[in-house]
T-cell receptor, first 108, second 108 residues
Framework: DTGVSQNPRHKITKRGQNVTFRCDPI?????LYWYRQTLGQGPEFLTY????????KSRLLSDRFSAERPKGSFSTLEIQRTEQGDSAMYLC??????FGSGTRLTVV | GIQVEQSPPDLILQEGANSTLRCNFS?????LQWFHQNPWGQLINLFY???GTKQNGRLSATTVATERYSLLYISSSQTTDSGVYFC??????????FGTGTRLTVIP
């Protein structure tokens, strides 16, 4: 597989629950990005990894959000104590221009 | 952060028609990209165009960096061109700033 893979594709969760998403980037790409896209808007930057180092975090990434990239390979994005405002599409990109299909989160 | 504005917000075309989408940005940029987001949410890079003109089949793009705008031309539109077109700029930081997109609907 030569693309960026994200799992799950869809996630429905109850408010207050924790959720975790996974991104598998293109293997030779050492840069990885997370974005969030709400309905009718363009994607907004959340965080950026160079290999395993998390080099930038947006102010959108509240303390309920945490991202990791152990060993510089796949990455996970965890949201704790989900709120209805967290409902969005979460996109992962490998290098600035190759995006995964996203994980659509719905918090009910 | 840098402001990215796209126009028009919505566009409906008859199949075979041509169109021009515009992107204005508020500051100097290192790079500019055009993306197409299909109805399933997948973002596909169309052009990587910090300046000048590029063509790819029925699509072409022009960026005039000194005047802070870019144009995407779609000729002989097809129903498969439907979706949302995003302009995204890179301005020194390791992430992209996206516009709010132009939603294109091509009707047969």
């Amino acid at each position: 597989d030569t693309g960026v893979s994200q799992n799950p594709r869809h996630k429905i969760t109850k408010r207050g629950q924790n959720v975790t998403f996974r991104c598998d980037p293109i293997s030779e790409h050492n840069r990885l990005y997370w974005y969030r896209q709400t309905l009718g808007q363009g994607p907004e930057f959340l965080t950026y990894f160079q290999n395993e180092a998390q080099l930038e975090k947006s102010r959108l990434l509240s303390d309920r959000f945490s991202a990791e990239r152990p060993k510089g390979s796949f990455s996970t994005l965890e949201i704790q104590r989900t709120e209805q405002g967290d409902s969005a599409m979460y996109l992962c990109a490998s290098s600035p221009e190759v995006f995964g299909s996203g994980t659509r989160l719905t918090v009910v | 952060g840098i402001q990215v504005e796209q126009s028009p917000p919505d566009l409906i075309l008859q199949e075979g028609a041509n169109s021009t989408l515009r992107c204005n940005f508020s500051d100097s940029v290192n790079n500019l990209q055009w993306f197409h987001q299909n109805p399933w949410g997948q973002l596909i890079n169309l052009f990587y165009i910090p300046s000048g003109t590029k063509q790819n089949g029925r699509l072409s793009a022009t960026t005039v960096a000194t005047e802070r705008y870019s144009l995407l031309y779609i000729s002989s539109s097809q129903t498969t061109d439907s979706g949302v077109y995003f302009c995204a700029v890179e301005a020194g930081a390791n992430n992209l700033f996206f516009g709010t997109g132009t939603r294109l609907t091509v009707i047969p």
